[in-house]
């Protein structure tokens, strides 16, 4: 990592800091330090693709002014914290092509690792959820017949459970998914 990256940054400064690295670099920002993202196991990334493309799938199939996107777009929880989830989903007018954040997920996907587990069952959970956004946070255990399902429902508040047949009933947007297929 480089010598910038070794105090607190801000968000800002980390998004811009974060597109100069080298390609194939990648990093997060947890309370203004940098992270460094870990190469990715076969079974997290095969795992990562078909969470996206049923997202997307279900996306095209219900015809829903969304877009789905795997892992590369940065969410900005607050000042000082900026996620990297591997799938996400987000509703309303496309992206500017040249837009690297994400303010306005709906549907944020973690598939844990053994190097972040802890942060994507407690922090990130915590973090996601801050945004006004986001209804649905899906954690995806590789090699698992089940995915925990956090849910903000109408009254806010967020429920959970336990996921082991499909499909999924993500409102809003309003569309069914099956993760296991």
Do not use: Q
Not at 88 to 96: H, S
Not at 115 to 140: C, M, Q
């Amino acid at each position: 990592m480089s010598e910038a990256a070794r105090g607190p940054m801000t968000a800002d400064a980390f998004i811009v800091w974060a597109m100069e690295r080298p390609k194939g670099e990648r990093y997060e920002l947890n309370a203004g330090e940098v992270v460094a993202m870990a190469p990715e196991r076969a079974g997290h990334a095969r795992a990562k693709g078909r969470i996206y493309r049923r997202l997307a799938a279900a996306v095209e199939a219900a015809g829903l002014p969304c877009e789905v996107f795997p892992d590369g777009m940065a969410v900005a929880i607050d000042a000082d914290t900026v996620y990297e989830p591997d799938v996400l989903l987000r509703c309303g007018a496309p992206l500017d092509p040249d837009a690297v954040t994400v303010t306005d997920p709906v549907v944020v996907v973690e598939v844990l690792s053994p190097s972040t587990r802890g942060v994507d069952v407690g922090e990130k959970l915590v973090g996601y959820f801050r945004l006004a956004s986001v209804r649905h946070y899906l954690i995806v255990r590789p090699g698992s017949p089940v995915v925990i399902h956090h849910a903000r429902g109408a009254n806010g508040e967020i429920a959970t459970r336990l996921v082991h047949e499909a499909p999924i009933r993500l409102d809003p947007p309003g569309i069914e998914i099956d993760p296991f297929a």
